[in-house]
């Protein structure tokens, strides 16, 4: 098996070769070459220590270099050169407590996670795979290295990495595997908010969102998201729709783009649902109130799992929107496209694309027919560009002040009042027009 390798890697490899050393390009960017996939990094792995490293190369950076970490910059880029190394106890379910430097690559693989992420490869010598990595890929499986227990047992995060692999390359993860991580699932307590939120995202964005249903049935939700874990348990006994709220939700998830906001919109559109549940005489679900609870229940999980307010701010307000009912007329969209905001309102539309695909047969034509006006309405507004926010009215605060208006509240009130005025009339948003009739 050939690899082609990137100009720098090769000459990082032929220096370290050239002095008398091993070195392998090593781990994820071994299987992403051999998967036909860009790799987005290229590790090396080497018997020389960092002290050799740094005499080898001109530019170095000390990244981690009490774990055998150099970096070495080649231009702008930079190549993370490890040497081999047996780590030592784990205390934290995280990281080594110590490690020791080896010069046995074997000795180095067998710290690695996956059998799939421990192959090394160099031109000379070509693939090297002690672990059994090249027939897992051609069997689309997730299997440890050595004991399962005790890679899950040095590092809790190792549970994560499994399912979004699992994930990104459609994989199932190996029976002794999913036993290991039901009993250790627990230390993701002990792993951080941030690493935690970043596998999840990466889930979440793969191919396969619906690999989500799988970290409930191991376990994995229950400690990083255990208010999904009530959806999936709540029945919607509801003409409109067919699955439980957790299964609606994994099915908005397979139905919405590949894009951050989007796909974390659909995880937490209903999360709130299992709160709001009420079951009227005749036995139908109704989970009335559950947008702006589940905006409140969002910005709970997102300050928990570290999210950036951002993205906070993004997701939530599509929940808040994500379940208001309009007739399709231009005016309405207008309305609702200075609630949600101009920019967002295609993605409302996304959101509620993917929510009316996720729920029964019934009506869902009709559902869908609504929302093809309602783009078209958007286009249409768009296309003439019609005012929806104040910033694009004819008239600011600058043209009542010198109208004789006082600064203050009251020029507010104006604004929105003018604004309420253009949004059912955009011919109305003229300097001329709105003076007139406002003052």
């Not at 249409?380 to 019609?386: A, G, M, V």
Request: one cysteine or more; a negative charge; proline letters at 3%.
């Amino acid at each position: 098996m050939r690899i082609i390798l990137p100009i720098n890697a090769k000459k990082i490899l032929d220096t370290i070769h050239a002095a008398g050393f091993e070195a392998y390009v090593v781990g994820g960017c071994v299987r992403d070459a051999i998967l036909g996939r860009e790799p987005e990094d290229w590790d090396i792995t080497t018997n020389a220590l960092p002290e050799d490293i740094k005499k080898l190369f001109r530019r170095t950076i000390d990244t981690g270099i009490e774990h055998g970490t150099v970096t070495v910059m080649m231009g702008k880029e930079g190549y993370e050169v490890t040497t081999y190394r047996i780590d030592g106890k784990y205390e934290d379910s995280r990281h080594p407590s110590e490690v020791t430097f080896t010069k046995n690559l074997t000795e180095d693989m067998k710290r690695r996670d996956f059998t799939i992420n421990a192959m090394a490869y160099n031109e000379e010598e070509g693939l090297i795979d002690r672990f059994g990595g090249l027939d897992d890929i051609e069997k689309k499986l997730i299997r440890c290295v050595g004991n399962a227990k005790e890679r899950f047992d040095e590092d809790a995060l190792r549970i994560m990495r499994a399912i979004r692999f699992s994930a990104q390359l459609g994989y199932t993860i190996e029976e002794d595997t999913q036993i290991a991580i039901k009993e250790f699932v627990p230390n993701l307590k002990k792993i951080s908010a941030e690493r935690i939120q970043v596998e999840l995202v990466k889930l979440l964005l793969s191919d396969n969102p619906d690999k989500i249903r799988l970290a409930y049935e191991l376990g994995i939700t229950a400690v990083i998201l255990p208010e999904f874990d009530r959806c999936m348990t709540t029945e919607q006994n509801n003409i409109h729709h067919s699955y439980t709220v957790g299964e609606h939700i994994i099915q908005s998830l397979i139905n919405v783009r590949s894009d951050r906001i989007l796909r974390l919109t659909m995880l937490l559109h209903d999360i709130a649902k299992p709160a709001t549940l009420t079951i009227d005489d005749g036995g139908i679900s109704h989970f009335k109130g559950h947008q702006e609870m589940g905006v409140k229940m969002a910005h709970d999980i997102f300050r928990r799992l570290k999210f950036d307010n951002k993205t906070m701010e993004s997701v939530c307000n599509l929940i808040r929107y994500h379940d208001e009912r309009y007739t399709a007329t231009a005016k309405n969209v207008r309305k609702a496209m200075n609630k949600v905001g101009a920019d967002n309102y295609p993605l409302l539309l996304e959101v509620r694309t993917a929510d009316t695909l996720a729920q029964s047969t019934y009506k869902r034509d009709e559902k869908l027919e609504h929302l093809q006006k309602l783009r078209e309405l958007y286009q249409e507004i768009t296309e003439k560009n019609e005012c929806v926010a104040l910033a694009e009215l004819a008239v600011n605060g600058r043209d009542l002040i010198d109208r004789g208006i006082a600064p203050g509240k009251q020029i507010g009130e104006i604004l929105g009042r003018m604004l309420l005025d253009v949004l059912d009339y955009p011919e109305h948003n003229t300097k001329e027009y709105l003076l007139d009739t406002f003052l």
